[in-house]
């Protein structure tokens, strides 16, 4: 990878993002890139009640609480440039990807039904990505900390 590389990581407030994050971030401390992280929205993501644009700033909200519980906000020594994007996560995710220095880095879910949401979003990006995707698995610390993460929750410190 060149210093120009960009890493891309999806965010979607689960566990299994905030694992991609930490990812991504040290790829692109190590490579010098820049790092894109993503927030997908959609339409149908509304209860009928709220505006677009209530969604949409729920979706940047989402990175930034990422960002904050996994290193109390965003990180130093890299250029972030944050996406918001009013489309589906795989779609959204392969629109960011620029050419094939990039690299996509997706959370793996545990969960059988997350699985399979995430299993199309994982063969969408890599099938279409047109560079290296990488998908990282949560561990079982970070599954027991899903409620919190899913809520804005402060991480609760745990006594193991």
Known sequence: MTGTTRVIVGLSGSLSSLAALY???????RHRATLVPVAAWTAHDRDGLRPLSELEHAA???LDIAFEQAYGGYPSGIVVHPVVVNAEPGPALVGAVTGPDDLLVIGATGRRLGRLRHASVGRHCRHRAGCRVVEVSPSELLTRL??????????PLLAW
């Open 146 to 155: 899903e409620l919190p993460a899913r809520t804005g929750a402060p991480l």
């Open 23 to 29: 990812h991504a971030v040290g790829e692109a401390a």
């Open 60 to 62: 940047r909200r989402r």
